[in-house]
T-cell receptor, first 114, second 114 residues
Framework: GENVEQHPSTLSVQEGDSAVIKCTYSDSASNYFPWYKQELGKRPQLIIDIRSNVGEKKDQRIAVTLNKTAKHFSLHITETQPEDSAVYFCAASRVGASGSRLTFGEGTQLTVNP | DTAVSQTPKYLVTQMGNDKSIKCEQNLGHDTMYWYKQDSKKFLKIMFSYNNKELIINETVPNRFSPKSPDKAHLNLHINSLELGDSAVYFC?????????????FGPGTRLTVT
């Protein structure tokens, strides 16, 4: 089955700096890679996702890159703000018409210091 | 207005008891999921149903039994609760095979077994 590794497990940055979280996956058939943000005591919420036919996707301060050959993908947050503090999860999946089995990384606790 | 809802939000019970968690989505999605998030925040899929049909059944003790009476509802019944079952259980739903594969999570049910 799929195995996703995520690094680092904790990341502390100063407000305004950039943050980068990296993930690797094992199943070359995986074709969908979402990133979820989970604030303390809240539900995971999708912040950005990328499919295997795309190498990069950007949404305002958030960007995701995918390297299919190396089987790794990364989340980039620029101009970080204190409200970006949360746990971030990457995931990988082989999607189909009847749903997808998301395999999550172990999460990164991001702390943005004002 | 809530997209994915779960009841109860908190559940405290003793070892050996049987309990149920209910989930409902009003998004018209075809696929629903149960995830378990342990004390280390690791998210792992347990079950998935597509149009009331069981699609994913991970290596979960058979004390856990999901049931989908219709595609808007997915319940989880747990028999003979053990200390290790203490976790946050998230329900999620998705509409696949088209524009988006996003999984929408419910608010979670925090189960504590004493």
């Amino acid at each position: 089955g799929e195995n996703v590794e995520q690094h680092p497990s904790t990341l502390s940055v100063q407000e305004g700096d950039s943050a980068v979280i990296k993930c690797t996956y094992s199943d070359s058939a995986s074709n969908y890679f979402p990133w979820y943000k989970q604030e303390l005591g809240k539900r995971p919420q999708l912040i950005i996702d990328i499919r295997s036919n795309v190498g990069e996707k950007k949404d305002q301060r958030i960007a995701v890159t995918l390297n299919k050959t190396a089987k790794h993908f990364s989340l980039h947050i620029t101009e970080t703000q204190p409200e970006d503090s949360a746990v971030y999860f990457c995931a990988a999946s082989r999607v189909g018409a009847s749903g997808s089995r998301l395999t999550f990384g172990e999460g990164t606790q991001l702390t943005v210091n004002p | 207005d809530t997209a994915v809802s779960q009841t109860p939000k908190y559940l405290v019970t003793q070892m050996g008891n049987d309990k149920s968690i209910k989930c409902e989505q009003n998004l018209g999605h075809d696929t629903m999921y149960w995830y378990k998030q342990d004390s280390k925040k690791f998210l792992k899929i347990m079950f998935s149903y597509n149009n009331k049909e069981l699609i994913i059944n991970e290596t979960v003790p058979n004390r856990f039994s999901p049931k989908s009476p219709d595609k808007a509802h997915l319940n989880l019944h747990i028999n003979s609760l053990e200390l290790g079952d203490s976790a946050v259980y998230f329900c999620a739903s998705s509409q696949d095979g088209g524009y988006s594969y996003e999984q929408y999570f419910g608010p979670g049910t925090r189960l504590t077994v004493t």
